[in-house]
């Protein structure tokens, strides 16, 4: 398909096949790249990529000051703008930069996975009161506004102090909090940095699923690997998914300090090959406001989603009538795909503090790691994969070899394959909404145009993308997940 | 999806049309001025939003913007809108702008209060990116080029 304003840049030649899933695009491919460029693939994503332009996305941010490494890329590949969609980039906190471009405009945009100990055959009577209950009790879509009437202070506060704050508020339970990162308060937030228009965009969003890609699923086990037993996971078990992220908070953030730090580029010096990745060392005002105000979004984000849960709980309080948990409603864990993080890794050798941008990437830590909690110190941290609405999402954890190969990272989803025109174009969101009924799948949608844009075709096999991450050996599956019932903003 | 026409001294104009993007969506607006060039691509990005031909042109919302230069002009004046159908919840149906200088847009939306019953949202934007972003003339017509973080 040709399509407007792209072009493939034919990237292909220049890359090197390092084994059967790493291919590298080497320093010299591209004027200014300071480190190669790694992709995680097999041969067909890799084309795709190509096509699609990712492959230069990931040639152009080996060019960040202060890179280390490589300029790596997960399996779920695809073109963004600046960084790929599925783009890891580490670079030194001294000497080097932040970019609001690797972390993206849904800051913190991430995935939980909470458990029950129902099962199917216990829960599939029930399924459509849930849903139904669930799709007036979870505000989304455009216009709607979150369900806690929060003063200015109350934001500031949860901004600054994250989901302990929404705790204390009777909102999420304490043991929540040690499955998220961060335990839920990423450091560093300071709500001076934030803007009044970004406030005003997100003040009245905590607990609002959104639109797009954002969605809410019930899901039940269908296969388990050692050690799901460890993580609270068998089969037949019904899970939920919550996909959301800091919403018109974060979006403005990024759109704020894209536009200051592109006003700051000649200040440092800095050349780059496209917009989209304009940056400021990480020890400069812009850097640390942008980290400040970042870190704001990213406690949101986790409020949002704490939120989310609550509603979730009562939702299934009300129809199971019993406590959620008496239910065994436990958060498996919560991860951010879109973040910049201050890390410690061993390159070379040696030990290095980095800010590591993984956008639309997830961190996949072994257990070994101190940022992982002591109960997964034996299995790894989890890792939640959404499929697209109509095929498997997985639970998988993280690796030592992970660690060595991608600063603790792999894929975030399947990854789109098909624009939002191409998929409107293809599929009817009626049509869709039936076909998912046939296959077993029950669908609420606040809009069913937005549905279609979200159809499956549109997206990579994501067996593939979590085969490619098994196999490149930067996590391990440990459970897969087919859903029952969607719900999309 | 092609925008509607406007005629305006020397026959109709296509106003803009929806450009493909793997995870994204972009608008390329056109125009005989830089004015209407703005004007059409705030509409094109309104069309992602929600079906403009189901809004009412009940009222008139004045909308500015300023920035360092005319690209970054065009990103703000969109940012500007977004922010009113956010956070205001304004629907709009079409734009009209004024005045394009170096540093400063004039212009204004018509239409009416969100309703999402009424209005066929079809769902959010985030942010208009820098990403491919582009405003230029050629033989007298400009184009406004602008991909959309959804």
Not at chain 1, 287 to 314: K, P, Q, S, V
Not at chain 2, 1 to 28: N, Q, S, Y
Not at chain 2, 130 to 140: F, I, K, R
């Amino acid at each position: 398909m040709r399509r407007k304003g792209v072009r493939s840049v034919g990237f292909l030649d220049k890359v090197r096949q390092v084994d059967e899933y790493m291919w590298e695009i080497p320093a010299e491919a591209q004027e200014g790249m300071r480190v190669p460029g790694i992709v995680f693939a097999d041969r067909e994503i890799l084309e795709k990529a190509d096509g699609d332009n990712a492959l230069q996305q990931v040639a152009n941010v080996a060019c960040l000051p202060g890179i280390v490494k490589a300029s790596l890329a997960m399996p779920d590949i695809h073109w963004g703008y600046g960084f790929p969609i599925g783009g890891v980039a580490a670079t030194l906190v001294e000497g080097g930069v932040v970019s609001p471009g690797g972390v993206g405009y849904d800051i913190s945009c991430g995935v939980r996975l909470v458990l029950t100990s129902l099962t199917w055959e216990e829960a599939k009577e029930k399924l459509p009161e849930l849903l139904d209950l669930l799709n007036t009790s979870v505000p989304k879509g455009l216009g709607t506004k979150g369900r806690l009437h929060l003063e200015r202070g109350e934001v500031e506060r949860l901004m600054s102090k994250g989901a302990p704050e929404l705790v204390a508020r009777g909102i999420g339970w304490e043991e929540d909090l040690e499955a998220m990162e961060e335990q839920g308060c990423y450091p560093g937030a300071d709500p001076s940095k934030v803007s009044e228009r970004a406030f005003a965009r997100g003040k009245d969003q905590v607990g609002t699923l959104g639109s797009g890609n954002h969605f809410l699923e019930i899901q039940v086990v269908e296969e388990t690997r050692p050690p799901a037993d460890k993580l609270g996971l068998f089969e037949g078990q019904l899970v939920v998914m919550v996909h959301s992220g800091s919403r018109g908070l974060g979006h403005q953030i990024c759109t704020d300090y894209i536009e200051v730090m592109g006003a700051s580029l000649k200040k440092y010096g800095y050349s780059l090959p496209d917009r989209q990745l304009v940056c400021a060392p990480v020890e400069s005002r812009e850097g640390r406001d942008y980290l400040a105000a970042m870190a704001c979004a990213a406690n949101f984000a986790m409020c949002n989603r704490e939120a989310i849960t609550h509603w979730i709980r009562e939702c299934f309080e009300k129809v199971f009538r019993a406590g959620a948990r008496n239910l065994g409603m436990h958060v498996l864990y919560d991860i951010s795909h879109n973040l910049a993080k201050m890390e410690e890794h061993v390159v070379d050798g040696k030990r290095l503090t980095l800010m590591v941008h993984r956008k639309g990437a997830t961190r996949a830590f072994p257990g070994s790691r101190p940022e992982v909690p002591a109960k997964y110190a034996d299995t790894g941290q989890p890792v939640i994969i959404p499929g697209d609405m109509g095929s498997h999402s997985y639970v998988l954890v993280g690796t030592r070899e992970a660690l060595e190969k991608s600063f603790g990272s792999t894929c975030h989803g399947a990854g789109r394959t098909m624009s939002r025109k191409a998929a409107k174009k293809q599929v009817r969101g009626e049509e869709l909404k039936r076909r998912l009924e046939r296959m077993g799948i029950m669908v609420r949608a606040a809009q069913l145009s937005g549905l279609a844009e979200e159809a499956p075709e549109a997206y990579k096999d994501v067996r593939a993308v979590v085969e490619i991450c098994e196999g490149a050996g930067i996590s391990r599956r440990v459970a897969r997940m087919r859903p029952v019932a969607v719900m999309k903003g | 999806m092609v925008g509607g026409k406007r005629g305006r001294g020397g026959g109709e104009l296509k106003r803009f049309e929806v450009i493909e993007h793997t995870a994204d969506v972009g608008i390329r607006a056109y125009g005989r001025s830089r004015e209407e060039a703005f004007a059409s691509c705030a509409l094109g990005m309104m069309s992602l939003i929600l079906d403009v031909g189901s809004v009412e042109p009940r009222e008139r919302k004045d909308i500015r913007a300023r920035a360092s230069g005319p690209e970054e002009l065009l990103v703000r004046w969109l940012s500007e809108i977004l922010f009113l159908v956010e956070v205001e919840g304004w629907a709009f149906g079409d734009f009209e702008v004024r005045e394009v200088t170096g540093d400063r847009v004039e212009g204004w939306g018509l239409g009416e209060p969100l309703d999402p019953a009424r209005h066929k949202v079809s769902g959010e934007i985030k942010a208009p990116t820098y990403h491919m972003l582009q405003l230029s003339e050629e033989n007298g017509t400009w184009v406004a080029q602008v991909i959309f973080d959804v």
